[in-house]
């Protein structure tokens, strides 16, 4: 019972797939554009973007996961994010 409720939330929910929300489509968004960018410059920029988006979305799930698990995949990216 206690493996189970690391993947809900306080309600009984399982949170492990959720929609995305606007900073993880920003991420996809802006790395989909960093890939296609004709100069270095934009794709710099557009990277940056990405990263910023990623480290936006790992802080929220990381201090505002809506379970164990959420917060636990989050810590993870920041982790993962902040040390690239």
């Known amino acids: 019972m206690a493996i189970t409720r690391f993947f809900r939330d306080r309600t009984g ?11 993880l489509l920003a991420w996809a968004g802006f790395g989909a554009a960093a890939g296609m960018a004709l100069t270095p410059r934009y794709r710099t920029l557009l990277h940056r973007a990405s990263r910023g ?12 996961g809506r379970s164990p698990f959420r917060r636990t995949v989050g810590a993870a990216a920041l982790v993962r994010s902040l040390t690239r």
């Open 53 to 64: 988006s990623m480290l936006w979305w790992a802080a929220g799930e990381a201090f505002r």
């Open 13 to 23: 929910r399982q949170t492990v797939f959720l929609w995305p929300n606007l900073p």
